[in-house]
Nanobody, 123 residues
Framework: QVQLVESGGGLVQPGGSLTLSCAAS????????MAWYRQAPGKQRGLIAT???????IYTDSVKGRFTISRDNAKNTIYLQMSSLKPEDTAVYYC?????????????????WGQGTQVTVSS
């Protein structure tokens, strides 16, 4: 059973940078399109960036030009490089597949989510 472990969050000043990592233990996840999501206080979790197994990326407008998603399939890890951070980027960040079906295939649970990593942008 694969677990997704997010790390790299922390407190950063506006305009600063952070790089998040998500490691998938125990399985080759290279064939899955993976994504980063975030959930701000009082808001629903939302998709912000995706990357296919071959490296094609898509971003939501709110992070385009500031965030970069990448992956290292040999390490079963995806990354999110974040720059020019704003207070509105404050959230818990999660990685996961795009669909419940793929989540079930990868992790064994349709509704699996990792613990996430907290990013706080504040002066």
């Amino acid at each position: 059973q694969v677990q997704l472990v997010e790390s790299g969050g922390g407190l950063v000043q506006p305009g600063g940078s952070l790089t998040l990592s998500c490691a998938a233990s125990g399985s080759d996840f290279s064939r899955y399109t993976m994504a980063w999501y975030r959930q701000a206080p009082g808001k629903q979790r939302g998709l912000i960036a995706t990357i296919t197994g071959g490296g094609r990326t898509i971003y939501t407008d709110s992070v385009k030009g500031r965030f970069t998603i990448s992956r290292d399939n040999a390490k079963n890890t995806i990354y999110l490089q974040m720059s020019s951070l704003k207070p509105e980027d404050t959230a818990v960040y999660y990685c996961n597949t795009l669909s419940g079906g793929e989540r079930l295939q990868l992790t064994g649970k349709y509704d699996y989510w990792g613990q996430g990593t907290q990013v706080t942008v504040s002066s």
